[in-house]
Structures are given as structure tokens and as C-alpha cells.
């Protein structure tokens, strides 16, 4: 148990809905970090947060948006869902100390029908 | 840009048998290199990771990776494999002093240990 949670499991859902995804980081950590894997363009990294402020973007769509909160449990929101956005998503948290271990949760995966 | 290349996609091999997951790196800037490991079902786990230092790092349960600067690489090896080393293996780099610290992660090798 790498300590990171994330909820749901699993989410199944239409094309054109929205969905939020919820992360709760490791005691202590400062940083969430959520990548997507998917069968086509493997593990992929969307976005970081350090203590409640954006620190890099990746390959995220602007349908995607994600925050994070004064308790530091973070969000990611999918909105005007596509069959291409099935995939799963990741939640990493970390200290934010450059090198350091991301503890990865057990993911969410998202299938849009 | 970071790009990580893993040639092998899939690695059979029997038990007790060697092994090496090959794992290639572009950047232009210095890096941290990272073994991850995905068992079936779960998140990904950090494996063993080379930030300074010693080229050679080693994980716990026998598994050790060499960074080669010239190569730009980080194979992955272990001697002696198990049923229970059966995964996925991803390889992922960071930037190393400047930048942000997000993965970019290869494709994967899945191993697969056969008895």
C-alpha cells in the first residue's frame, strides 16, 4: 500500500459526460502528480501540483482541468468525454524534492462508452 | 524534451534464468533515472533509481541497474529471476537540477517468467 487513494476504481460513463477523479496523497506529501495510461500512448504525465499551486503541465487536454486543495487532496476533472479518453489515470504524490520517490496510487479506470 | 526508449516490449524467460531489460534515454540536460515496477491490478512501484554517484544502484530483491553516460542508458538486470518478478517494468527519466520533477516513462517490457 503505497499510501496514495484514489476514488473511484473504477467509472463508466457516456460520451460528452464530465467525470471527477479524487487523489488523496501520502501523509506529509506536498506534491500530486497525475499521469494517464492508456493502451495507445502508454504512461503519460498531465499535471503537477505542489501545495495547492500548478508546477508543470504536460500532455493534458483542455478539456482536462485539475486542482488542488487546502487539504491537498487533489481533483481531476474530464469534461466533453471522448472513446479516446478510456484509459487509466494515476495519481503520484511526493515531497516535491527533485529525485525523490512518487508513490503512485492504485488508479482510476475510466471507460466512456 | 525527454523521450525514454524500451526496445522489448515483451521479455519471456525461465525461471532462475538471467535477465535484461534495456532501457535508452535523449536529453540534453542531466537526468534522474528510474526503474518502475506495474503488477498486475496495481500502481506502478519504484524498482531502484540512479540520481548521483555510483553508476551502479541495486533494488532489494536482486534486481540492479547501470547508468552509462555515453550510452545513454539504464539496463535493467537481475542474475536469477522468480515466478514472482512476472510484471510489467516501466523505465522513466526526471530533469536533474533544473525543471520540473515529472516522469516521462517508456512504453514498458512485460516479463514474464515462465517455470
Known amino acids: 500500500d503505497s499510501g496514495v487513494t484514489q476514488t473511484p476504481k473504477h467509472l463508466i460513463t457516456a460520451t460528452g459526460q464530465r467525470v471527477t477523479l479524487r487523489c488523496s496523497p501520502r501523509?506529509?506529501?506536498?506534491?500530486v502528480y497525475w499521469y494517464q495510461q492508456s493502451l495507445d500512448q502508454g504512461l503519460q504525465f498531465l499535471i503537477q501540483y505542489y501545495n495547492g499551486e500548478e508546477r508543470a503541465k504536460g500532455n493534458i487536454l483542455e478539456r482536462f482541468s485539475a486542482q488542488q486543495f487546502p487539504d491537498l487532496h487533489s481533483e481531476l476533472n474530464l469534461s466533453s468525454l471522448e472513446l479516446g479518453d478510456s484509459a487509466l489515470y494515476f495519481c503520484?504524490?511526493?515531497?516535491?524534492?527533485?529525485?525523490?520517490?512518487?508513490?503512485f496510487g492504485p488508479g482510476t479506470r475510466l471507460t466512456v462508452l | 524534451a525527454q523521450s525514454v526508449t524500451q526496445l522489448d516490449s515483451q521479455v519471456p524467460v525461465f525461471e532462475e534464468a538471467p535477465v535484461e531489460l534495456r532501457c535508452n534515454y535523449s536529453?540534453?540536460?542531466?537526468?534522474?533515472l528510474f526503474w518502475y515496477v506495474q503488477y498486475p491490478n496495481q500502481g506502478l512501484q519504484l524498482l531502484l533509481k540512479?540520481?548521483?554517484?555510483?553508476?551502479l544502484v541495486e533494488s532489494i530483491n536482486g534486481f540492479e541497474a547501470e547508468f552509462n553516460k555515453s550510452q545513454t542508458s539504464f539496463h535493467l538486470r537481475k542474475p536469477s529471476v522468480h515466478i514472482s518478478d512476472t510484471a510489467e517494468y516501466f523505465c522513466?527519466?526526471?530533469?536533474?537540477?533544473?525543471?520540473?520533477?515529472?516522469?516521462?516513462f517508456g512504453t514498458g517490457t512485460r516479463l514474464t517468467v515462465i517455470p
Open positions: 503520484a504524490s511526493s515531497d516535491g524534492v527533485r529525485g525523490n520517490e512518487q508513490f
Open positions: 540512479y540520481l548521483s554517484g555510483s553508476t
Open positions: 522513466a527519466v526526471s530533469e536533474g537540477q533544473t525543471g520540473a520533477n515529472n516522469l516521462f
Open positions: 536529453s540534453s540536460v542531466s537526468v534522474y
Open positions: 501523509s506529509g506529501d506536498l506534491s
